[in-house]
């Protein structure tokens, strides 16, 4: 079986992007490096239906980039819901904010600035879905972090839980956090997951 050709057939048979995203995505491929970091058709499409599926309102992304998965989560939200995302890089921040500035769904995003770690603790209340898609290294953290404020019922979405398929044979601290983390909510009774090979591997988790 051609993995990557069936990969291809499910992104094509997978509802296209808004004419916004499409921009974005085209910007960022000519504006910025590593556009590989942008989770793709069907990691966000899956981000958007989860969404809309869960009813949720009060949203947490880890890992803005040039802001992708944000408006495609946000364009799933609700009118009043809201979407917190958090980045350190500014080298990201002017064509995150330029897309949501330039999008109707933008106005429920608030874009936070500098290391997630010490910027989730100033956002305040609770979260009804998490998508974690920042620095690896520190994924045992972040999940320590966001459980506790992720409400009963809400999702946590985790990407890149592959790590290329290191976590495998790990050998690098990237791909050691990852596979941690990984045992951890395997062990963890009180949430149920499914990890899914989907493109670098995706968990998605419910809180019980
Ligand atoms: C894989 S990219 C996010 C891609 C985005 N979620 C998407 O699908 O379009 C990871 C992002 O996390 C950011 N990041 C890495 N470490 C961070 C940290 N400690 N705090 C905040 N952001 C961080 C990186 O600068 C990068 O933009």
Redesign the pocket.
Known sequence: MDLQALESYATHHTTDHSEIIKELIKVSEGDLEHTD???GRI??RLLSLLVKISGARRVL??????????LMMAEALPEDGELFT????ER?EDIARTFFEKSKAGSKVRLVM????ETIPTISGSFDFV?L???KI?YPNYYAMILPRLQEGGILVI?NVFWSGEVLNPQSDKARAINELNKQIRDDDTVEQVMLPVRDGVTILRKK
Do not use: I, Q
Not at 61 to 70: I, M, N
């Open positions: 970091m942008l989770s990691v966000g992304e880890v890992g803005t980039f040039a802001g992708y998965s944000a958090c980045e350190y890089n990201y500098g290391k997630a770690l998508f898609d920042a620095d520190n990407d």
